[in-house]
């Protein structure tokens, strides 16, 4: 089979290898064995973290730096990207579960993210893009309307910053004064609604530091949530990607009136990547874990939607069933080796499993 257009675009493989040392050993492999392909490089992100340097990247923006509250409500360093009026803020730089010391998202807050919203509203952006993967937060999106202007009163009237577990207190919602003229765009890779057991609680919580306790409790008080706001006429309850982030999809759209779309799809988008995926005959992408989750919007299946060509994934782990897919999935691990041995070994496992699956390519021409 001869390929003469090679895209490589994969996610991160978490804690082990970035997207763009995938696409060096990627690229490197694919030379040696399609000499005269051209070989087209896109490391990537679906909307959590590494989605603001991929923005950065594709659209030559400048990083803004500032001090901003992580979700521990204690000061970190963090940025977003600007280019002429557009600014991309993620989640990830103030509320991502890897920088949160203490997780545990029934106390965890997204303050510091409307804190850079705020900050991005002072640079003139009119069109704010927001990843909101990789949280470790519960509040569904409180915190950031705090950092915003809104005020959450409680039953004496005093106010507080919500977070997962103190939500259920708001008695009264004071709006603050917005620009109008404004848009927001969440980008979101999963299509959790806000509660139930598809929501945000039941679905992520435990892996943000949250016991069984505290899940039945953080999922009632999101209920709680979306009951405040079925006043104002929203309802989150059937609302895909309403419960992504600790339910910030939901906080998005009711504090901001934000646009939820698909974080691959709108990142490429923005790259203008469509022609490059348009004319590859084949596609090599990746992600650290394969399993429920990619199926929802995550870069592996996304593009894999997009695709014409022939299509590859490599990863880690692959916690499918084969009925699940239609396309090539190779696991790099070795079987008998620990996870830590693996995450040592990421980057020699995948050039040994290209190399293998490179020419086993050659082979069949």
Do not use: W
């Not at 340097?53 to 990083?63: D, E, G, L, R």
């Not at 803004?64 to 509250?69: D, M, P, T, V």
């Amino acid at each position: 089979m001869d390929f003469k257009n090679i895209l490589i675009c994969p996610d991160k493989f978490k804690g082990s290898m970035t997207a763009t040392e995938f696409c060096e050993i990627a690229k490197k492999q694919a030379k040696k064995i399609f000499k005269t392909a051209e070989i087209n490089c896109i490391p990537t992100a679906d909307g959590g973290e590494g989605s603001l340097i991929f923005f950065a990247n594709q659209t030559k923006a400048k990083f803004i730096e500032g001090i901003y509250f992580d979700s521990n409500f204690k000061e970190i360093k963090a940025k977003f990207a600007l280019k002429d009026d557009v600014a991309f803020v993620e989640l990830a730089q103030t509320s991502g579960l890897e920088i949160t010391k203490q997780k545990n998202p029934r106390i965890t807050t997204t303050f510091g993210l409307g804190q850079q919203i705020s900050s991005a509203l002072k640079f003139g952006a009119k069109t704010i893009y927001i990843s909101i993967g990789g949280s470790s937060t519960n509040d569904a999106g409180c915190g950031m309307a705090c950092a915003l202007g809104y005020k959450f009163f409680d039953k004496n009237n005093r106010t507080f910053v919500p977070t997962g577990d103190t939500i259920v207190q708001i008695n009264r919602i004071e709006k603050p004064e917005l620009p109008s003229d404004v848009k927001f765009i969440a980008l979101c890779d999963v299509k959790n609604v806000l509660f139930g057991k598809n929501g945000a609680a039941y679905v992520y919580a435990k892996q943000k530091g949250a016991t069984e306790q505290d899940i039945e409790v953080l999922d009632k008080n999101l209920m709680f949530f979306n009951n405040l706001c079925k006043q104002q006429g929203f309802d989150f309850s059937k609302v895909e990607g309403a419960g992504a982030a600790g339910g910030v999809g939901a906080g998005l759209q009711f504090f901001l009136g934000a646009k939820l779309c698909g974080g691959l799809t709108t990142l490429l988008n923005l790259s203008g990547a469509d022609n490059i995926i348009n004319n590859a005959d084949l596609i090599i992408s990746g992600e650290g874990k394969i399993d429920k989750q990619s199926l929802c919007g995550k870069v592996v299946f996304a593009l894999h939607e997009k695709c014409k060509g022939k299509f590859v994934a490599f990863c880690g782990e692959n916690n499918l069933k084969s009925s699940d897919y239609d396309f090539d999935i190779i696991e790099i691990n070795k079987p008998n080796d620990s996870l830590k041995k693996s995450i040592r070994k990421t980057k020699s496992n995948l050039k040994s499993a290209l190399k293998k699956y490179f020419v086993a390519l050659q082979n069949d021409r």
